[in-house]
T-cell receptor
């Protein structure tokens, strides 16, 4: 079975600080993609960052970066210099033959 | 990036009526679209996979006759909630997979909040 696990239902971080959101997954596939999506209060799902499983280099998008550990099936998201606009639900997702979402982490950035 | 438009964003209806939600891919062709339901503070629950020109594939526990899905063209999929009841009140989100670049990324509509009185 393919699953995505986010073990942190809620997190908070002080503005300008750094926070890391955890995600683990389970799959027997060798080719797949991993994603972090953000869902702010508007409920619109927004892609934050994407990682191809065949790439060893960790993806980076401005203040967002991932720590992809393929052997451990871990895919954590690091948000640097947190901003108030980062307050949202964050979903880790995996796609092989099908798209799987984690249960989400609610992140609050405290001013 | 690719744009998916979902309409209406909010709808209120009386119990027993039917409601149609549209999902359009505006700048790409989507052979496959997905419909999700999301309860407050929970993850997205896949309801069905919609393939252009064929019947939708429903997830276990999703009533086919309650949630009618039609994918008549490469840019439009519709979800019709038939004989809606208050327990159908929820946030419904569609998404589409773009084959451009084969990124595997899903593009999401803005979501539709359904309230059944």
């Amino acid at each position: 079975a393919q699953t995505v696990t986010q073990s942190q239902p809620e997190m908070s971080v002080q503005e300008a600080e750094t926070v890391t959101l955890s995600c683990t997954y389970d799959t027997s596939e060798s080719n797949y993609y991993l994603f972090w999506y953000k869902q702010p209060p508007s409920r619109q799902m927004i892609l934050v960052i994407r990682q191809e499983a065949y790439k060893q280099q960790n993806a980076t998008e401005n203040r967002f970066s991932v720590n992809f550990q393929k052997a451990a099936k871990s895919f954590s998201l690091k948000i640097s210099d947190s901003q108030l606009g980062d307050t949202a639900m964050y979903f880790c997702a995996f796609t092989g033959n099908q798209f799987y979402f984690g249960t989400g982490t609610s992140l609050t950035v405290i001013p | 990036g690719a744009v998916v438009s979902q309409h209406p964003s909010r709808v209120i209806c009386k119990s027993g009526t039917s409601v149609k939600i549209e999902c359009r891919s505006l700048d790409f062709q989507a052979t496959t679209m997905f419909w999700y339901r999301q309860f407050p503070k929970q993850s997205l629950m896949l309801m069905a996979t919609s393939n252009e020109g064929s019947k939708a594939t429903y997830e276990q526990g999703v009533e086919k006759d309650k949630f009618l899905i039609n994918h008549a063209s490469l840019t439009l999929s519709t979800l019709t909630v038939t004989s809606a009841h208050p327990e159908d009140s929820s946030f419904y989100i569609c998404s589409a997979e773009s084959r451009q670049g084969a990124s595997g990324e899903l593009f999401f509509g803005e979501g539709s909040r359904l309230t059944v009185l």
